[in-house]
């Protein structure tokens, strides 16, 4: 294991789909414990595991409601324990993931705020409505409709950013900060070696009034004290061990926040998830549209992050898959004839950016999109939500599918594909069925296969996590963006004490040549996804489809 986080690699598991080991048909804790060698196998850190905490599961685990205690769906807190020991014997810390923003309304501070007792009201934010039947502001809920719900007993309303079971923490409150930081206090003496901060930016709400836009982000995104609440945190728990990680996801954010987030001697966090990069095939901020994903954008962003970040010693997470994104191979690669070497590519270009490398269960795979074609087979709430918005709008039954079938983040959820059994391995064939459907696909795309494959994307990804380890050039080295406007390349150099390395990616399923290429006579050609691409030596560089390599000099 690697204790310098910009050397280690993290590997995210959504266990509800990871590996079902008592036949239920929902993935447990067990089951984590049971494929850590595997996991050991593709050579990562630290493990994240998303939300197994009790919770009545209506944000899949997003709403919290006791941060002491385990889900009895996932097992036990005897199993969490043995999954800190045992990943600590193979070198892999466990990252938790962090709900702070909201709790579910079945906790039990919500309970008691709601029986009225003015303590724990104050933990939340409620709010007088301007007028009868009139929330307090016009702001939008994340899932859709007024972010405000209606209490008849206070005549008042609350606060929820996303689910109206999901109800905003008041961070204003001391009393509020204080509990966060026992429960913080609680996983680090249990073991947990990392912490990922769910939408962690938006605990500081700068005020509650009309949004022009009806969004109201502007007034909860970055907030006024939200440095402040983090410095704190950092201060009071997990900066007092600099083993820990701490990664935060931030929505919306700006550069020039995260610069502070994730500053070397900021003391908040040691690193961000921003997601401007995976809004390329959005309409502005619009989610819920059918466009193609726009290239030049996507190189412009991703270059903008990594080199001004630098410049303000700051560090990324580098990423394009989590339980909350599509699949990348289904969405900037090909599903079909390159398949193979789609996937490779998009891997290469994020694990050798300046950033800690972040793969989501079943990406080292090239784990595709759903294969669903009815809304029934959607389990997510702000999936099912936007079929019937996108429905109210005008849209027919079938063009509000599509877009929910490109765009629902279920396509990040469908089970892990372990073999090619019945239910691929995610639990046995006489189990009940998996709480989301397998993807038909896992007869072809599984890791029994791919394990036994020193060609797959499996052993491809391994060879990718090795090399950071191998190369500090990787880890530390400065990064200069290549081929800047070229309208089908992908290509930047990495540069660290008299060490360079270059690395280029076709992002298209046709050949292209790259003009003005550098001239890599003299360099060791690291990885590729085919053999060794022509290189003229008059600055042209020739690329198959999809193609990828990495020089070192």
Not at 379 to 406: M, W
């Amino acid at each position: 294991m690697s204790t310098d986080f910009r050397k280690s690699t993290v590997y995210q598991i959504y266990p509800k789909s990871f590996r079902d080991t008592n036949g239920d048909g929902l993935g447990d804790l067990r089951g984590v414990i049971e494929k850590l060698d595997y996991i050991k196998e593709l050579g990562v850190d630290y493990i994240w595991l998303t939300p197994f905490f009790v919770s009545p599961q209506n944000d899949n685990g997003y709403d919290v409601a006791d941060y002491y205690n385990i889900d009895p769906a996932y097992g036990t807190m005897k199993d969490v324990e043995e999954l800190i020991a045992e990943g600590k014997k193979r070198g892999i810390g466990l990252m938790f993931d962090m709900v702070f923003n909201h709790v579910s309304t079945s906790h039990e501070w919500f309970r008691k705020a709601m029986e009225g007792d003015p303590y724990y009201k104050d933990f939340f934010i409620f709010r007088k409505g301007k007028g009868a039947g009139v929330p307090p502001t016009n702001w939008e809920s994340k899932f859709g409709g007024n972010a405000w719900e209606y209490v008849e007993k206070f005549d008042e309303y609350y606060l929820h950013l996303f689910d109206v079971t999901q109800a905003d923490l008041n961070w204003e409150n001391e009393n509020v900060r204080k509990e966060i930081q026992k429960i913080l206090k609680f996983w680090m003496e249990k073991g947990v070696r990392g912490f990922r901060f769910d939408v962690i930016n938006l605990i500081s709400k700068a005020c509650y009034e009309d949004d022009e836009t009806g969004d109201g982000r502007k007034y909860y995104t970055d907030g006024p004290r939200i440095h402040q609440y983090l410095k704190e945190m950092h201060d009071a728990t997990f900066g007092n061990d600099e083993g820990i990680v701490t990664v935060g996801e931030m929505s919306s954010t700006t550069m020039e926040n995260c610069y502070k987030y994730a500053g070397r001697d900021t003391g908040e966090l040691s690193m961000v998830f921003s997601f401007h990069h995976l809004k390329v095939d959005f309409m502005g901020n619009e989610k819920w549209v059918l466009v193609p994903a726009d290239f030049q954008k996507l190189k412009d962003i991703i270059f903008d992050w990594q080199t001004k970040m630098a410049e303000h010693n700051a560090w990324n997470a580098v990423f394009w898959c989590n339980h909350d994104q599509p699949r990348v191979v289904s969405r900037f690669g090909d599903e079909g004839k390159y398949w193979k070497e789609s996937a490779k590519m998009l891997g290469t270009v994020i694990h050798c950016l300046r950033g800690t490398p972040y793969v989501y269960q079943g990406e080292e795979l090239g784990m595709t999109n759903t294969d669903f074609t009815d809304i029934s087979q959607f389990r997510d709430v702000e999936s099912l939500n936007h079929y019937q918005i996108l429905q109210n709008k005008g849209l027919s039954d079938s063009d509000a599918l599509r877009i929910i079938q490109i765009h629902s983040r279920d396509n990040g959820r469908t089970p892990m594909q372990w073999d090619d059994t019945k239910y691929a391995g995610f639990s046995s064939e006489d189990s009940a069925e998996p709480w989301i459907a397998v993807n038909g696909n896992h007869a072809r795309i599984n890791a029994s296969d791919q394990l036994k494959d020193e060609d797959s994307i499996f052993h491809y990804y391994q060879k990718l996590i090795a090399m950071r380890k191998e190369l500090d050039v990787i880890a530390y080295g400065e990064i200069e963006p290549l081929a800047v406007k070229d309208p089908c390349i992908f290509a930047y150099r990495r540069i660290y004490n008299g060490h360079e390395l270059i690395v280029a990616a076709n992002f298209y399923g046709r050949e292209c040549t790259w003009r003005d290429a550098p001239d890599v006579t003299g360099y060791e050609r690291m990885i590729g996804n085919y053999t060794a691409p022509a290189n003229a030596g008059d600055g042209t560089m020739n690329f198959r489809p999809y193609e990828t390599a990495v020089w070192y000099k």
